[in-house]
């Protein structure tokens, strides 16, 4: 179990189901839907589901651009300072959008490894026994909220990213 709400995930770095303690302690339907979803992760990682061995190797690229993008940002204005070459400092800036848009990019790539686990691993678990009929719209919802999550990231990672364009603009 660890700390936190919205921590549930499988690292198939461990192969390790990590559940949050409201997720673990539960016995809702949401939180066997969670738990479902993330399931669906660990048998994707067992039966090598193509799809999900790309995004881990993309995530981990995404990771260390986004890592030098960050960088790249605060790197351009000491740059352009020190050089005194407004073109230096463009170029800087534009390595810097082109490596955090590849995080952006990289986690909308991953929505259909998040819609297989939910609705193509977990949604048939459940339905073999798990939950009633009358329940199924609800856990259909859940899944649709988990396999979504990686939407959400992308528009926040794009609102954080014009952000930093606001300041630097202004």
Known sequence: MIGGELTDRYDPRDDTLYLSQGVARSASVGAMAIVAHEVGHAIQHATDYH???WRQRLVG??????RIGS?????VPVLTLITK????GL????AAVGTLGISVLVQLLTLPVEWDASFGRALPILEAGYIEESQR?????ILRACALTYVASSLAGLLNFWRWMR???G
Do not use: D, E, H
């Open 61 to 66: 690229f995404s990771q260390f651009s986004g």
């Open 167 to 169: 300041l630097l603009k």
């Open 85 to 88: 070459t407004p073109a230096a």
């Open 91 to 94: 170029l800087m800036f534009l």
């Open 51 to 53: 799809p999900f061995v």
């Open 71 to 75: 960088f790249l940002l605060f790197a």
């Open 137 to 141: 719209p609800a856990v259909r919802r």
